[in-house]
């Protein structure tokens, strides 16, 4: 299992920009996946679930009507789509999942930077 994360960069407060994670060795459908960031010298935090079915969503109220998570089956591709930037988003964002087998396991992307500054 492999996951790539990419999209990342400077924009200014307002702005809007999307993260992509495409993923390899394992199909997207059917596996709870999500997206966190990290900024330095904090705690990663969660920032978008999609459940086993895309209705299935959860957002923090930090990010909540103003990040959308979705993902691309076709493309094995999990998008996340960031409207109305602050500068408090700047951070290190990654995607993970979680695959059961006999136990879960989460894997994790390499992780891009998103920095939101004037």
């Known amino acids: 299992v492999q996951l790539v994360e990419s999209g990342g960069g400077l924009v200014q407060p307002g702005e809007s920009l999307t993260l992509s994670c495409t993923a390899s060795g394992v199909a997207l459908s059917g596996h709870p996946v999500s997206w966190y960031r990290q900024a330095p010298g904090k705690e990663r935090e969660l920032v978008a679930h999609l459940g086993f079915t895309d209705d299935a969503t959860n957002y923090p109220a930090s990010v909540k009507g103003r990040f959308t998570a979705s993902r691309d089956t076709a493309k094995n591709v999990l998008y996340l789509q960031m409207n109305n930037l602050k500068s408090e988003d700047t951070a290190a964002y990654f995607c993970?999942?979680?695959?059961?087998?006999?136990?879960?396991?989460?894997?994790w992307g390499q992780g891009t930077q998103v920095t939101v500054s004037s």
């Open positions: 993970m999942m979680n695959i059961f087998t006999t136990k879960w396991d989460d894997y």
